[in-house]
């Protein structure tokens, strides 16, 4: 499974432990937090002003999940190590 941005932050915490060290780094007060089953990713980078592709990297590469591939007709994938 891919760590996706509409994910509720409680599951990212609970699938991937590794993640709450990047949730400390931005200075989120997610970890334990009452509405962290209900606040996504996405809601969380904007909540706190974070750019949410950089957010959403730090949170794939902490998970081991890596990049995900652009989705839709016409998307082209480059791996940034390529």
């Known amino acids: 499974m891919?760590?996706?941005e509409n994910m509720p932050l409680e599951e990212v915490?609970?699938?991937w432990p590794a993640t709450i060290r990047v949730f400390l780094n931005y200075r989120m007060h997610c970890i334990g937090c009452p509405i962290s089953c209900l606040?996504?990713?996405r809601d969380a980078a904007r909540e706190?002003?974070?750019e949410l592709?950089?957010?959403l990297a730090d949170l794939?590469?902490?998970a081991g999940t890596g990049p995900t591939p652009?989705?839709?007709p016409g998307a082209v994938f480059r791996n940034a190590e390529a």
């Open 2 to 4: 891919t760590l996706d």
């Open 13 to 15: 915490m609970r699938r």
């Open 39 to 41: 606040h996504t990713a």
């Open 48 to 50: 706190h002003g974070v």
């Open 53 to 55: 592709d950089r957010f």
């Open 60 to 62: 794939r590469n902490a």
């Open 70 to 72: 652009p989705r839709g």
